[in-house]
């Protein structure tokens, strides 16, 4: 989609229906027994970015998944995350370099809404450190206007989203294997916002889920651990085949070239309100 579409936010049933977080984490919870079919670490690092406005304590489920599965999950240990600031780019880079040090080996990255967009243009910036990344409803494409958060964005960060848009130059993928996971029921980010054009490292994966239970929902779970289980240097395209075509559906289904596939309000043309 040309970045210079115009968009809008998702619905207003859409945002109303991020309440649902609540029971997704409750299957969160309630899906331990199943976390341990799923593949095993093996315990290379990965660090987890949290989304715009939240701190670590955000993705300590997340983090306590990984753990579990046998890797060595780290948060960024930059506190809140209050958008694009002076230094961050430093920052992070240091954080990656320190657990790069620690363990020798490259580092997985993890970022959620936001914290997906640092993550991406992390990954750039120090593409031998990084093994893959993993974004969670990452607005990096598209109208950046075209989610719930924009005008607390530029309250809190003292510049407008085209700025930061134009500062970290979104347009450009890393040059590393990355899994773009988003939802066409997120009630906070337009999802088409959120989808990675197809090539040889890259992908995009669609799962049912609000934005903010992306983090801790079980489909979500089940592609993190299938994507940071591959070994290294042999990073290949998710499998859709079989059972799992039931879950998680071709993330270009239903479009024709040039039409947008949802309507202007924000919800699938071919969907009822708030539905996947």
Request: proline share 9%.
């Amino acid at each position: 989609m040309p970045d210079s579409e115009k968009m809008e936010p998702p619905s207003r049933l859409l945002l109303l229906s991020e309440a649902r977080a609540v029971i997704e984490y409750g299957a969160f919870l309630s899906s331990y027994s199943w976390f341990r079919t799923l593949p095993p670490g093996d315990g290379h690092p990965v660090m987890v970015l949290p989304g715009f406005v939240a701190t670590d304590r955000s993705t300590h489920a997340l983090r306590s998944f990984l753990r579990n599965r046998g890797y060595a999950a780290h948060g960024w240990q930059l506190g809140r995350n209050l958008g694009l600031r002076r230094g961050l780019d430093e920052q992070t880079l240091a954080r990656l370099h320190e657990l790069r040090r620690r363990y020798g080996r490259k580092i997985s990255l993890i970022g959620w809404s936001l914290g997906g967009v640092f993550a991406r243009e992390l990954a750039k910036r120090a593409p031998d450190d990084v093994r893959q990344v993993i974004t969670l409803g990452s607005p990096f494409k598209g109208d950046m206007r075209a989610n719930h958060a924009a005008a607390l964005y530029e309250m809190l960060a003292g510049h407008t989203v085209e700025h930061a848009s134009r500062t970290l130059d979104l347009s450009v993928p890393p040059p590393v294997p990355t899994t773009a996971i988003y939802s066409r029921s997120d009630g906070i980010v337009h999802w088409q916002c959120c989808v990675e054009d197809e090539g040889p490292l890259s992908e995009s994966i669609e799962v049912s889920s609000s934005h903010c239970g992306l983090g801790h929902h079980p489909a979500t779970l089940y592609v993190i651990a299938d994507r940071l289980a591959q070994p290294e240097g042999k990073w290949a395209p998710f499998e859709r085949s079989g059972f799992r075509s039931l879950f998680f559906p071709a993330p270009h289904r239903g479009r024709r070239p040039g039409v947008p596939a949802a309507s202007p309000a924000g919800v699938p043309a071919h969907s009822p309100a708030g539905a996947p």
